[in-house]
């Protein structure tokens, strides 16, 4: 008996070793991903165990802010989807810095200097068509030709951080600005919705044209979707999928771990093997993607877009109406 009970002990005392450290991350991340990436980082950190909770940014960010108003915060680390939001989190006060080794292998523009927030990963917005289409669309004015007139989707700004990106990055080119929405609006563009929203428009043939990010359609082509995917000659909006350690992390070295991972080799082979663009230089793009030198980058100022977010939200919804 003595032997079974000190086996007994032996065993249970291996099982809660084996996890010395505990991370909670709140990611938007699809499902698949995040336990993805986090059975990647457990396998190669095994005395870290990682929890992750996932909503929208919109969500998520609001579910943070309930949190930190009442004091309880639960979250160590954030792996959303854009850096506005984390250089809004920086300003505050609300991110810790920590200069990961691994961002001499990004360009600098993918990091905040500080080391307040790192890019994980490329996903660019750009325009998908049915492949019965009439048009084939190479650039963003397509969209408002007399072919698209009624025929196009996109998501709004106004609950998709990706899309109010885009908006910034659209309405801050001399060729583009607000006239282009009130353009998309007068040839009968629809605003709404999520990207998920877009692409069940366009490859159930509801619509011909949307403007929705790269991964969507090009995974979903793969496995025979009727849709195609377009790199708009003029350039593309990206976001950047950036991960943070919260000031408030209980477990900061476990932290720069898990950001260390994202940001390695491995890290970012995993993107890859997902279908995402990856942030790190040197790794190569997933099948069904152009050369990263061929893709062009609209200019975007992340700070500039913060400072504007609100006034461009009302801006769109004066054009479109409000959700």
């Known amino acids: 008996m003595k032997t079974m009970l000190a086996a007994f002990a032996a065993m249970f005392m291996a099982t809660t070793a084996s996890f010395a450290d ?26 870290i165990e990682v929890e ?4 929208g940014t919109t969500k998520l960010m609001a579910k943070l802010a309930a949190e930190m108003e009442a004091g309880q915060t639960a979250a160590d680390l954030l792996l959303i989807a854009d850096t506005v939001t984390l250089e809004a989190m920086k300003r505050e006060g609300r991110l810790m810095a920590y200069k990961s080794p691994e961002a001499a292998n990004y ?19 750009g325009i998908m068509y049915n492949t019965a289409a009439k048009m084939k669309p190479t650039g963003w004015s397509d969209l408002t030709r007399p072919e698209a007139k009624g025929m196009t989707r996109m998501p709004s700004p106004l609950t998709s951080g990706a899309a109010l990106i885009h908006a910034a990055a659209l309405t801050g080119m001399e060729e583009f600005g607000w006239d ?3 353009a998309l609006k007068d040839n009968e563009t629809q605003a ?6 877009v692409f069940k428009a366009v490859a159930s ?7 929705v990010v790269d991964f969507v359609p090009i995974r979903e082509k793969a496995k025979g979707a009727p849709v195609e995917f377009v790199f708009p000659e003029e350039g593309v909006s990206v976001v950047t999928e950036p991960v943070a350690i919260l000031a408030s992390a209980k477990n900061p070295d476990a932290a720069r771990k898990f950001v260390d991972f994202l940001l390695s ?10 279908g995402y663009i990856p942030a790190r230089n040197g790794i190569a793009l997933p099948e069904g993607y152009p050369a990263r030198d061929e893709i062009r980058l609209l ?13 461009n939200k009302q801006k769109f919804a004066e054009i479109f109406g409000a959700e």
């Not at 709404?192 to 929203?197: A, C, F, I, L, P």
């Not at 080799?265 to 997902?274: D, M, N, R, Y």
């Not at 200019?299 to 006034?311: H, I, K, T, V, Y």
């Open 22 to 47: 505990k991370l909670v991350l709140y990611t938007s991340q699809p499902n698949s991903d995040a336990q993805q990436t986090v059975d990647a980082f457990m396998a190669a950190n095994p005395d």
């Open 52 to 55: 992750w909770v996932r909503e």
């Open 107 to 125: 360009d600098e523009a993918l990091y905040d200097a500080d080391g307040h927030y790192y890019s994980t990963k490329m996903i660019t917005t």
């Open 180 to 182: 282009y929405y009130q």
């Open 192 to 197: 709404g919705g999520g990207n998920g929203d």
């Open 205 to 211: 043939g509801e619509k011909a044209y949307g403007v």
């Open 265 to 274: 080799e491995q890290g970012q082979e995993l993107v890859v093997s997902q």
């Open 299 to 311: 200019p975007f100022d992340a700070g500039q877009a913060l400072e504007n977010a609100e006034a």
